[in-house]
C-alpha cells in the first residue's frame, strides 16, 4: 500500500518496520475523535479560504458518512493502514478523490495526534468521574442506612477507638471525591486545544485557531506551538489521577476481604462478586476484591511507562510519544472495569452490625473514655492514660471488659470513680461524644453526608 508520506523516500520500508511503526491496532480506538477534529478542521479551512467552500463541504459530508459508516459496522478499519489518521484519510480520498487530500492542509499528525489524545482523555475523563460519582453516592446511601452500626476503629490493625460504620465509609467517600476532582482539575488544564501547532513551528496560513478550539468545545488554545505538539502532561497528570483512585479503591478492597474473612465476618459479600474454591466446597472467595487489588498495580505501571518514555524526549514532537496510548488505554479501561464491578460489589454487601459490635465490645477501645472520663473529673491527662492501661491490663488477667469491671475495683485504682462512669465508656455513648468537626459523632456523621450530598450536585 502506498504510503501518504512518501516523497523524501520512496516509502518502500520493511514489512516488519511497517507492523513495528504501526499503531493502528490501538489507535484505532481514536476514530470517533480523530473524525470530529478534521471535520472542525475542515470548518475552518472553509471559513479562511484556505481551501474552496465546495470541498470543504464535501470533505466534511465524506467525514460524517465514514463516522457513520464505522459506527454501524458497515466500514472495517483497514490494519495495514499505518495509524487511525492515514487511515481516514485515505478512505476519504478514496470516496471524493483530490478534494479530500485537501483535509491535511495547515495540519500535522503531530497535532492531530495530540488533539485526538486531548479529546479522548476529555470524554474518558467525564466518563470515569460519573462513575465515582455513582459509587460515592451508593456509599452516601449506606453511611446513612448504617449510622448506629458500632465498629472497632483501627490503627496499626489494632483495635483502637468505638466509631460508627458510616464514619469508616464515610473516609472513602471524601478520598473519592478528590480523585474526582482531580481529574475534573487535570481536565481543566488540558482544556487547550493544540490543532494549528502543526509539526511544531505553526503554520504560514491564515488559519483561525480560536474558531477551531471553539468547535470542538475548548476553552482555549495552546500558546506554543512547540510545547503543543511535545509533550504529554495531561496524560500524566490524568494518569496519575487514576493511580491514586486505585490506591484508594486498593485500601477499600483489602479492607472488604478482611472483613468478609471469618476471622472478621464485619460484612458478607454478594454472591455475584464472589466464586467458590475448586476443591474447598466451604468456601466463597472476594475474588473481585482481590482483582481490584491486584490491578491497581497495572495502571501504576502505565503511569510509570509513560514517565519513563517522556523523561529523555528533547523538543518537538519524537515518535516515542507514540508509547503514550497503551499505557493510557490500558489505564482508563481497568479502572472504567474495575469501577464497574465496586459500584454494585458495594451496593448489594450485607452488614453484620452484631459481629461489628462483639468486636467493639472485646477490644478495650473504649479506654480512652476511660481517660478521658477522669481528665473531666480533674486527673491530668498523663495519670488518667496510665490508671486506665493498669486496669486494661486487669481486665485481661481476670478476663474482663471495662464495662463489667465493678465500680468497688476499679476505686482501687482510684477512688474518685462514680456510677456515671459506665455511662462515660458505653462504646455507642463513647462514639456519639466526639462532637468535633469531622469526627465519628451521629451529628457529625448527619453533616459529612450533607456535605457528600451538596458535593455530588
Wanted: one cysteine or more.
Amino acid at each position: 500500500m502506498a504510503k501518504m508520506w512518501t516523497g523524501r523516500t520512496d516509502g518502500n520500508t520493511d514489512p516488519a518496520a511497517d507492523v513495528f511503526n504501526s499503531s493502528i491496532r490501538f489507535d484505532c480506538r481514536l476514530y470517533e475523535e480523530d473524525i470530529r477534529g478534521s471535520i472542525a478542521h475542515a470548518s475552518m479551512l472553509k471559513k479562511q479560504n484556505i481551501i474552496p467552500a465546495v470541498a470543504a463541504e464535501h470533505i466534511i459530508a465524506a467525514l460524517q458518512e465514514i463516522l457513520s459508516d464505522l459506527k454501524n459496522g458497515t466500514l472495517a478499519i483497514d490494519e495495514t493502514c499505518e495509524d487511525i489518521h492515514m487511515f481516514i484519510e485515505q478512505v476519504l480520498t478514496e470516496r471524493i478523490g483530490d478534494e479530500g487530500k485537501m483535509l491535511h492542509t495547515a495540519r500535522s499528525r503531530n497535532d492531530q495526534v495530540a488533539l485526538d489524545m486531548r479529546m479522548y482523555m476529555r470524554r474518558k475523563g467525564n466518563e470515569i468521574m460519573s462513575q465515582i460519582s455513582g459509587l460515592v453516592q451508593i456509599l452516601n446511601g449506606l453511611s446513612e442506612k448504617y449510622m448506629d452500626a458500632i465498629m472497632p476503629g483501627y490503627t496499626h490493625m489494632q483495635r483502637a477507638q468505638p466509631i460508627f460504620f458510616s464514619q469508616h465509609l464515610l473516609a472513602y467517600e471524601m478520598m473519592l471525591l478528590r480523585d474526582r476532582s482531580r481529574i475534573d482539575d487535570a481536565l481543566k488544564r488540558m482544556d487547550e486545544s493544540p490543532i494549528g501547532a502543526c509539526a511544531l513551528a505553526g503554520t504560514t496560513y491564515d488559519t483561525d485557531r480560536e474558531y477551531e478550539a471553539q468547535l470542538l468545545g475548548f476553552s482555549d488554545i495552546s500558546a506554543n506551538s512547540m510545547d503543543a505538539v511535545s509533550d504529554r502532561d495531561f496524560c500524566l497528570e490524568i494518569l496519575s489521577d487514576l493511580s491514586i483512585l486505585m490506591m484508594h479503591l486498593s485500601r477499600f478492597s483489602e479492607e472488604l476481604i478482611l472483613w468478609s474473612s471469618w476471622e472478621f465476618r464485619f460484612i458478607e459479600l454478594p454472591d455475584a462478586y464472589t466464586t467458590g474454591s475448586s476443591i474447598m466446597p466451604q468456601k466463597k472467595n472476594p475474588d473481585m476484591a482481590e482483582l481490584v487489588r491486584g490491578k491497581t498495580g497495572r495502571v501504576y505501571g502505565s503511569l510509570i511507562s509513560l514517565l519513563t518514555v517522556m523523561k529523555g524526549l528533547p523538543l518537538a514532537y519524537n515518535k516515542d510519544m507514540q508509547e503514550d496510548k497503551e499505557p493510557v488505554f490500558d489505564a482508563v479501561d481497568t479502572v472504567t472495569m474495575c469501577l464497574q464491578i465496586f459500584a454494585p460489589m458495594i451496593a448489594n454487601m450485607k452488614v453484620n452490625q452484631e459481629n461489628m459490635m462483639k468486636a467493639a465490645k472485646e477490644g478495650f477501645i473504649n479506654a480512652t473514655d476511660l481517660a478521658d472520663y477522669m481528665v473531666r473529673k480533674g486527673l491530668p491527662f498523663r495519670s488518667a492514660y496510665k490508671i486506665s492501661g493498669e486496669i486494661v491490663a486487669e481486665c485481661i488477667r481476670t478476663g474482663k471488659v471495662l464495662e463489667t469491671m465493678a465500680l468497688d475495683d476499679y476505686r482501687n485504682y482510684w477512688d474518685a470513680f462514680d456510677a456515671d462512669l459506665y455511662d462515660a465508656i458505653s462504646l455507642e455513648n463513647a462514639a456519639d461524644r466526639r462532637t468535633s468537626r469531622g469526627g465519628t459523632s451521629r451529628q457529625s456523621i448527619r453533616e459529612q453526608i450533607e456535605l457528600v450530598t451538596k458535593k455530588l450536585g
